[in-house]
């Protein structure tokens, strides 16, 4: 499990779903940074913790060859909006249609979520 801040990666990324990716298998794994490609420090020296999550960052990550980095970027956006506190007490890992910005033909077109009784679903996250 990893907690993150949605905002700080957004805007670190600058629009690329690979920096998203990047930045949770930093969180995930404790990577430093490569000497060979200086360019991404900036991504190894912020702090990225924060209150959103991810159960399984490590499954997000090995659908990297299967699932596009913008389906994989789409979902952990859309993890940054669930309530931390719902997990804790609830061990409720989805998130209402209605608390966030994404449009729900989107939502449902990405391969890693799905919707049913206007709840969104994080298959990967699922027990």
């Not at 979520?113 to 994080?122: A, G, Q, S």
Request: glycine fraction near 2%; include cysteine; charge should be neutral.
């Amino acid at each position: 499990m990893i907690f993150f801040n949605w905002e700080t990666m957004s805007r670190i990324a600058e629009g690329d779903p690979k920096n998203i990716i990047l930045m949770v298998a930093i969180l995930t794994y404790n990577l430093t940074c490569h000497k060979r490609d200086p360019m991404k420090d900036i991504f190894y020296a912020a702090d990225l913790r924060g209150d959103s999550y991810l159960l399984h960052p490590e499954k997000l990550l090995q659908n990297e060859k299967d699932v596009s980095m913008k389906y994989m970027a789409e979902y952990v956006g859309l993890a940054s909006y669930r309530r931390r506190i719902d997990f804790q007490l609830m061990k409720d890992t989805t998130l209402s249609v209605y608390h966030n910005h994404m449009d729900r033909d989107k939502i449902e077109k990405n391969p890693l979520l799905f919707v049913r009784d206007n709840r969104i679903h994080f298959k990967l996250e699922e027990q």
